[in-house]
């Protein structure tokens, strides 16, 4: 065994560690404030934080081994491709995912002597920033909520029902539904997949 294969004296590892600390703190930021306080995803939340640590050590390790900037972009890549086909994203959480990868890499990056501490910072603060504006402005353009049900009452279906509709889906839900819209009709089993729109 190496004489040196418990010695952490070294500054190299200490200054990934210090950029660690830092990668910690900015995807806390994002994730946790910005993007579960709008999306409620507990999964999602799990799988940015593991995705963006992974992300950032080998990230890190990148220039320790030598390996090439066109390695890193193709690191990416893999994640990526690994990621979507595993699950269907919508273009909301696509966005988080590419702002995790982007922050963590950013983070990696050993820049000392070639570009300001200061400067690293200001790009997260900003990519952050960025998240949380796009959906306090989105989240104000958003008048109604809505999810999809399925409904056993075709009669009231028909346009010159629509009042009884609502008045009935409401009382079911206990939601005070303003718009409903028909997305499929299965006739031999006489059910219906609607979308209903109410208030937040």
Known sequence: MSANFLNLDNPVFWSIMERFGLNLVFLFLLL????????RERDYLFGFFLMGIVIFFIGAMLKIVAMEFQMAIGL????????LRT???DVKNMAYLFA???ISVLNALDL???????????FNVMIIASALILESLVTRKKKYNNHQIIYDNLELLKSQ?????LANIAEITGL????IKIQSVNYKERTAILDIYYKI
């Open 32 to 39: 946790r404030v910005v993007y579960y306080r709008f999306s």
């Open 76 to 83: 990416f890549a893999i994640f990526t491709i690994l990621n």
């Open 87 to 89: 699950i269907s994203f």
């Open 100 to 102: 995790v990868i982007a």
């Open 112 to 122: 000392r002597g070639k570009f300001p501490f200061m400067g690293v910072v200001i």
């Open 161 to 165: 029902n629509k009042e009884e509709l």
């Open 176 to 179: 005070e539904v303003k718009k």
